[in-house]
């Protein structure tokens, strides 16, 4: 058998690049006992890393190349700190023959355990939908099922929360195993068309009702203007709704946003609970970056933490690359982690930072030589009414304030901030002699 881990390893070679196979799946040393491999990573990180990133790979690998069933344990050598290898056992099954129900083909536990409640990091951006998902997992199904939407902007913890879930129910529960079904919209709608070509139609339904406990489908505004996909996701969600089974969904959109959709879709979608996670604020991506560092047994400099954090406000998904790029960088060059070479990362990253009203009002006040005074005062005089448009209009375009909220900076009430708003975007839009000025010094003060 310890060819067959070269085999698989040549294959992995072939779906994954280099540089991937050389940092994480060459390290691993293989050991066969009867159906079980288990793979000996050299530490907790690569271990890690190797169940989150790779695990399904292999398993994919295994599947091809091996007859019958392989399970797969991701072990870490010598340390005893590693993960509870629990989780990660992968069952596979040989899918060759035909006929095969279609239930036993899948990786039985696919979410990845690195996705906890315990390494969320709380703060009021998140914390809603954080305590809504602990406790709907936590919930009994005797008291039924329950459903959630979980909506944000990309790389805001989507993933992260649905997955701490599928953990969650996993662990909690003291009776059998629950039968739990994470997907995204675009796999559910892969298999339904691979079950009708192939006329197990029935098995894809008996699979995601009569078999699943917990659906955790991710992305489903990939079902927008996909009408027979959307009825048959309608079936299923009416189905697990009466059988009191427990449903997450997740979307970058709201359900009411998707265009194209069933409206009894965006009506059972609105069903349970709907929570957004927002963009965190600074001390939350400082929090953040010192738990994903800790990790990793990394101490960051708190003025690169704070480099980093002011930096990269919009998305967790990049603080985490850079951060990583950051200690990888380090590593090779075997230097200490500073200010300069964090810089050097940071100008591979589309640095988008979000002027708050402080630095709009500062601007405006510098662009139109008005005093902050005057822009908030009861003048109507053209300048100064120019100005205070401008800094309603980037306002609204930057910040997460209320229209209401804006106007009350100014001494102003919301209509007024709204047609001042219409007056900026005309001129924008028209490229009226004051709009392109407008938008040229926009860009030269980088608002
Ligand atoms: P989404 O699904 O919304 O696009 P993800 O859940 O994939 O985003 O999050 C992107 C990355 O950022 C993941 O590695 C996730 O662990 C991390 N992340 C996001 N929010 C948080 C948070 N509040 N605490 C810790 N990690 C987070
Ligand atoms: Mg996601």
Known sequence: MSNKWEEIKELLGQTLNSGVCRVWIEPLRARWADDVLTLVAPNDFVAGNVRARFLSHIAEACETLCSGKVQIEIQVDPSPKSFSSSLTKVTVQRQRERGLPLEHAVVSSPVSPCYQFENFIVGSA???????????????????????????????????????????????????????????????????????????????????????DVLLLEDIHFFQGKEKMQAELLSTIRYLQQHGRKIVFTSCFLPAEIADLDPHLVSRFCQGFISVIDRPDFETRMRILENKACQVQVQLPVEVQELLAHNLQNDVRQLESCLNNLIAKARLLKEQICTELAWSVLKNYSIEVRPDMEKIVR?????????????????????????????????????????????????????????????????????????????????????
């Open 126 to 212: 998140n914390e809603m939908a954080y305590v809504a998902s602990q406790s709907f997992s936590r919930q009994n199904s005797a008291h039924g099922g329950g459903q959630i939407f979980l909506s944000s902007a990309p790389g805001l913890g989507k993933t992260h929360l649905v997955q701490a879930i599928g953990n969650e129910v996993f662990r909690s529960s003291n009776k059998s195993c629950p039968r739990i079904a994470y997907l995204s919209a675009e796999e559910f709608a892969r298999q339904m068309v691979m079950a009708i070509k192939g006329r197990r139609i029935e098995e894809f339904k008996t699979r995601y009702r009569e078999n699943t």
């Open 363 to 447: 601007s405006v006040c510098e662009i139109f030589s008005v005093s902050e005074e005057a822009i908030r005062s009861k003048s109507r005089s053209k300048l100064n009414v120019l100005a205070r448009n401008t800094a309603f209009y980037l306002a609204r375009k930057h910040t997460t304030l209320s229209l209401a909220e804006i106007g009350k900076h100014f001494n102003r009430n919301h209509s007024t901030v709204i047609k001042g708003i219409a007056n900026v975007e005309r001129d924008v839009n028209l490229k009226t002699a004051e709009g392109m000025r407008l938008a040229q010094t926009m860009e030269r003060f980088q608002l």
